[in-house]
């Protein structure tokens, strides 16, 4: 029985035990986030993807050493790019760096995931600390804010039981049917409900205010801030009235509270504000230093670690990267056709690249773009370390098969380095006890020398909580256009609406199974199964039909994993945080 982690990129970074004996897999049933139970990606899915497993040049296989020889000369050139996915997760991953660090090539900087929210959260705490899992089991009150649980989080649910349940998300998921106070309230409206919670509770005096007065002593100017929002617009606009408002604030007051945040909250060029203002929500009830108190967002897994792969070279955008500009891009371990913004832009960009250069995992949009392809090893097949951005646990990922093809982070970069003519890497085991090194030794497990039972106890980074202060959007309001018309009622164009991109249950970014469906409220006539066209001024594409009464009226949904999603989706970046702003688009429906 050997012990490791499951190496896929979710928080919940669950402990596995792989049987040498039968070859099969558990979960670590001792591990604080696996529950004893595999999730379906997990258990399923990962042995239904097709790998990759012959290297490629120009459509023909060759050995291992002739695509590496080819990669050597690829590199060769003056202006080369490293793009990287995160779709086999481990802290190896990044040992690239090195090689492009040596050969002068350029990496990437921001985030098509979290970079907004961090920003915001970084902007009133000082730093990003990731709030442990145990502290739930302490709360009163869980806000599950923007975060569909069960799908992205499901080993946190045991620590919801006997708790009251808020859900504030415009779609009514699994966990949203479950709770004592559901709220559905529009896209992007998410900055406007906290900043009006703050108000109200200043308003009715139930603010903390002996613990603002040592943690946040500016809450006077952020009241005078909330009060620049009129009162009868923003609850319009986020589609509550006052009673509802109360409602919450019953569940919040005079409680210990814990907010679950999700993505979705800030997939949109105003995601810092968001969490700057549920953090400041948070601080004007003091509810953050405390124990079953704190906003849990996704944190940064690297924090109190020196990583020796850091990039130190030339960067530029990954969310908005113009591969155009390389006459070599290395893509490894993802899937920028499907998963970045745009999908049409991204590929007359790579259409514009000398040579594209795959190394992963699975076939897929971007591989099939590839002039080489390097197959990967799987986190299975080599040595690594674990780390998660959802708590503190340090696990090291051992070998526990022997795999025929693919190559490891490690190898392929040692490999390259000898080729180009620089001196080889230190031993791979040098490298990983350097990580392992600077981990904290806590009973059975090793856990961040970030970790903190309680963060914040102490006050923030630079002595006291800095609350916002600051706001501006130009986007467009959340109102519904005038019906339009045609000449052929085909071809008629039935409303704008909010896109909304949450994560599908049975994939994890573009791996696994990826669904066509686009899902609508059944009031909008159309029917189950019917294929419509969904177009926005970035693209459009065909999806098929399924109505769900957990919709908004003005809302459609289309999980990120969806083929042809990012076809509707802006290459546009997030104010702070240099993220991608998936959601900020309206999209338009039309009857094929």
């Not at 503190?392 to 051992?398: S, W």
């Not at 294929?531 to 039909?545: C, D, M, R």
Request: charged share 25%; aromatic share 10%.
């Amino acid at each position: 029985m050997i012990k490791t982690a499951c190496g896929l990129d979710c928080p919940d970074a669950c402990g596995i035990v792989y049987n040498t004996k039968d070859s099969k897999i558990k979960a670590n049933s001792s591990h604080p986030t696996s529950n004893g139970a595999l999730c379906s990606l997990l258990n399923k899915h990962i042995w239904e993807e097709k790998r990759i497993i012959k290297p490629i040049v120009n459509n023909k296989e060759v050995s291992m050493q002739e695509a590496l020889n080819s990669v050597a000369e690829a590199l060769n050139v003056e202006n080369k790019l490293l793009w990287r996915g995160s779709g086999n997760f481990g802290v190896m991953q990044e040992i690239t760096n090195l090689l492009f660090d040596k050969i002068g090539g350029t990496t990437t900087k921001g985030s098509l995931c979290d970079g907004a929210g961090n920003a915001g959260i970084i902007a009133g705490r000082g730093v990003n600390k990731t709030l442990p899992p145990q502290q739930i089991k302490k709360a009163d009150t869980v806000v599950v804010w923007g975060k569909n649980i069960t799908v992205t989080a499901s080993h946190l649910m045991p620590y919801l039981e006997g708790k009251d349940i808020v859900v504030i998300d415009p779609i009514k998921t699994p966990i949203a049917k479950k709770a004592n106070l559901y709220i559905q309230n529009a896209p992007k409206s998410d900055f406007y409900l906290a900043l009006m919670l703050a108000r109200f509770a200043i308003m009715g005096d139930h603010e903390n205010r002996e613990y603002m007065d040592e943690f946040a002593p500016e809450y006077e100017d952020f009241y005078d801030f909330t009060r620049g929002f009129r009162i009868k617009a923003i609850l319009e606009y986020i589609g509550i009235d006052l009673g509802v408002m109360g409602e919450l604030l019953d569940y919040l007051v005079d409680k210990k509270v814990v907010y679950l945040v999700g993505n979705g909250v800030q997939k949109y060029s105003i995601g810092n504000f968001v969490l700057h203002a549920i953090d400041s929500l948070a601080v004007t009830l003091g509810h953050f230093g405390k124990e079953g108190c704190g906003v849990a967002f996704l944190g940064d897994s690297k924090l109190g670690f020196e990583n020796p792969f850091e990039a130190k070279g030339k960067k530029v955008q990954k969310a908005t990267t113009n591969f155009g500009d390389f006459d070599t891009v290395l893509i490894q371990g993802g899937n920028p056709v499907a998963s970045m913004p745009n999908s049409s832009r991204v590929i007359s960009e790579l259409k514009k690249t000398k040579t594209i250069i795959y190394f992963g995992l699975y076939e897929n949009e971007t591989s099939k773009m590839a002039d080489i392809i390097i197959p990967a090893k799987n986190f299975f097949e080599k040595d690594d370390i674990r780390l998660s951005y959802a708590h503190h646990i340090v696990t090291p990922m051992k070998k526990v098969i022997e795999s025929d093809y693919g190559i490891s982070e490690y190898d392929f970069t040692n490999e390259l380095l000898v080729k180009m003519g620089f001196e080889p890497l230190k031993k791979e085991s040098e490298y990983l006890e350097f990580w392992i090194n600077q981990a904290q030794k806590k009973e059975n497990y090793l856990l961040s020398p970030a970790y903190e039972e309680i963060p914040y106890k102490e006050g923030f980074k630079y002595g006291e909580f800095e609350f916002i202060d600051d706001f501006y959007d130009e986007f467009e309001t959340n109102k519904r256009l005038t019906r339009v018309r045609k000449k052929s009622k085909k071809d008629e164009i039935i409303t704008e609406y909010w896109l909304v991109t949450p994560k599908s249950p049975n994939s994890l970014n573009t791996q696994f199974k990826r669904d066509n469906r686009v899902t609508l409220h059944p009031s909008l006539g159309f029917k189950d199964n019917e294929t419509i066209k969904v177009a926005s001024k970035w693209g459009e594409h065909e999806f098929i039909v399924k109505n769900s009464d957990s919709m908004r009226k003005d809302t459609v949904m289309i999980t990120n994993n969806t083929i042809g999603v990012n076809f509707l989706t802006p290459n546009i970046l997030s104010d702070e945080g240099e993220n991608a702003c998936y959601q900020e688009v309206k999209v338009k429906l039309y009857k094929t």
